[in-house]
């Protein structure tokens, strides 16, 4: 029998159908530049935000506090919800950056980094999978894509899962033509998944490895025996490492990280009520978007056996890690959007493989849509800004933005402003009548997600950030907090204990694990409600608060009547 020939992505045309000639540097140089922005804007410049970003800067300031890399304390008590890799590289960048950057923002530059790493490692999957043309539209897919807006730029696990299994596809590509290094690769995502969230992402990078030789020929060779035999000694070494120094810091620590990850902590079995299947497929139509209708298109193309079919690796590698993460997720017990922030990676790889052969009445509806979309967004932000600086914030948009604050004067900063006259200059410029093309629609598509999210992030950070922040409200109840004596939380969310602690340095002692403290005051966080404060048998009332504009969370400090 025959050995399979080896795998190569070149295709037998040296004609590219990316851009060549003597633009090409000043292209990629504009791809770059566009990437760069997304990636950079919105990171510094505002108080941590609930519920991911204000929880790992907690985690990350406690190991600053305490110098403890092995066990994060959130206010003030052991944190084994998660591996503690992010927290610690927060930390990192603290010290590395403190001088420049206030703790928050210097935590938010790791954020960077994994974001940058998705958009690269994306990239190179692209290109071992389908060719050198191929290796920016990924990353064109993932900045325009909706699910990645605001939670692509918040300190999460799942952004550093997302990390981790974006190396691994790189490293399952890279594997076709260098299984050693494509084995190193992909060892190295297990670890970075595994430190960031734990048995969820190696789990699903080990099953697809061994799934891939079902796929075909191609990946039933020794070299893919040597693949994975890498990547799973990398994979186990790089991961033991945390677990056995839990253990010898304390056995008890160990068995109460594990107990957090048993299997029912990831599956809700079909009997069981949690299950809801068809929660990630609905919210993929949007959180997916554009990639997901790209996907569709692919599919039904290849599917009738066009440009090599389904059996190609570029199909069947991310096809099959979609498959995987997606079958998983819908067993999910307690689901959530963002755990589906690792999908879109592989969506992205498998979006990008036919936009060429997508009918071109199709790509023109696309491009007009976004233009008008983001053009008319572009000019009301600005607007709405403009009427606000000049004459304070009308009641007609504070009661659509259901802020209290009628009259609001946003400040004006003048670095913030001409980044935002910049970037809607270029954008003007960028979608100008020009040759039209399926890449091209992709391009605008990027273009105008991140023109929004710049004018988001610079002229309308100061108003969100008095929106999102903690800071007012905790400092408004510091003053009533008593001078000795502890203090009691009930129902105190992680996000807001780790604030309390960062703007007050107070330590609440929960209820919900000591139900018989004697504190002389009690901090208590309310849902939605409006009136006098509850009353609690014992206790009387000496502060409320709620952050402005959100009627979702009301705080009440009490003093024990003694």
Same mark, same amino acid.
């Given at each position: ?11 037998? @045309? ?38 991911? @970003? ?49 703790? +928050? ?15 690269? +490692? ?24 909706? /699910?990645?807006? @605001? ?47 734990? +048995? ?21 060779? &020794? ?33 109460? *990280? ?28 949007? +959180?997916? *978007? ?11 193309? &290849? ?32 689901? &959530? ?18 936009? @060429? ?52 004067? =946003? ?36 273009? /105008? ?17 008095? &929106? ?65 404060? =509850? ?28």
């Amino acid at each position: 029998m025959r050995a399979p020939r080896p795998y190569t992505s070149e295709p037998a @045309d040296p004609t590219e159908l990316s851009p060549s000639g003597r633009w090409r540097a000043v292209k990629q140089a504009g791809l770059v530049l566009l990437a760069a922005a997304w990636v950079v804007l919105g990171l510094v410049g505002h108080d941590p935000w609930k519920v991911e @970003d204000a929880r790992t800067f907690g985690l990350a300031w406690d190991v600053v506090q305490h110098g403890d890399f092995i066990v994060p304390r959130l206010a003030g008590e052991d944190y084994l919800a998660q591996p503690p890799l992010l927290p610690d590289l927060g930390a990192l960048a603290i010290r590395a950056f403190g001088n420049l950057l206030e703790p +928050f923002d210097a935590v938010r530059v790791v954020c960077g980094v994994l974001l940058a790493g998705i958009l690269l +490692f994306s990239a190179l999957a692209s290109r071992e999978l389908n060719g050198r043309a191929y290796r920016w539209l990924p990353v064109l897919l993932l900045i325009g894509s909706v /699910g990645l807006w @605001d939670r692509a730029h918040a300190l999460s696990p799942e952004l550093g899962l997302t990390a981790g299994i974006t190396l691994a596809l790189y490293g399952l590509a890279l594997a076709l033509r260098r299984p050693i290094a494509g084995g190193v690769a992909i060892g190295s995502g297990i670890a970075v998944a595994f430190a960031s969230r734990g +048995f969820l992402g190696p789990a699903w990078v080990l099953l697809t490895l061994a799934l891939l030789p079902a796929m075909g020929p191609l990946w039933r060779t &020794r070299a893919h025996a040597v693949t994975a035999g890498v990547a799973v000694a990398i994979g186990l070494v790089a991961c033991a490492w945390w677990p056995y120094l839990l253990h010898a810091r304390d056995p008890a620590l160990l068995d109460g *990280w594990l107990d957090g990850e048993s299997i029912g902590h990831y599956i809700a079995w079909p009997w069981a009520d949690a299950a809801a299947p068809t929660y990630f497929p609905r919210n993929l139509l949007w +959180f997916a *978007w554009p990639a997901l209708p790209l996907v569709a298109w692919m599919l039904w193309t &290849r599917g009738r056996g066009f440009n090599g079919g389904l059996r190609q690796p570029g199909v069947q590698v991310p096809g099959l890690m979609a498959l995987v993460m997606l079958a998983s997720l819908a067993l999910y017990p307690d689901p &959530r959007v963002v755990y589906a922030l690792p999908l879109l990676p592989p969506l992205a790889l498998l979006g990008a493989l036919e936009v @060429d052969s997508l009918a071109r009445g199709f790509s023109a509806a696309l491009d007009w849509f976004g233009i008008l979309t983001f053009g008319l967004l572009a000019i009301v932000v600005w607007g709405i800004w403009i009427d606000a600086r000049l004459y304070g914030m009308s009641p007609l948009v504070a009661g659509l933005f259901r802020d209290t604050e009628i009259g609001y004067q =946003p400040s004006f900063h003048l670095g913030a402003v001409l980044a935002a006259v910049f970037l809607t200059v270029l954008w003007v410029m960028l979608v100008r009548p020009a040759r039209r093309s399926n890449r091209r629609t992709l391009l605008n598509w990027a273009a /105008g997600v991140t023109l929004v999210w710049c004018l988001y992030s610079t002229i309308w950070l100061p108003y969100l950030d008095s &929106r999102r922040s903690y800071r007012h409200v905790v400092e408004s109840s510091a003053v009533h907090l008593p001078e000795r004596g502890c203090v009691a939380s009930r129902n105190l969310g992680e996000s807001q204990r780790a604030l309390w602690f960062y703007f007050t340095g107070l330590v609440t002692v929960r209820e919900e694990t000591h139900p018989q403290q004697d504190c002389l005051a009690m901090l208590v966080q309310y849902g939605r409600q409006e009136g006098v404060p =509850p009353e609690i048998p014992g206790w009387f009332v000496t502060w409320d608060g709620r952050r402005r504009g959100d009627d979702t969370e009301r705080y009440v400090l009490y003093r024990r009547a003694r």
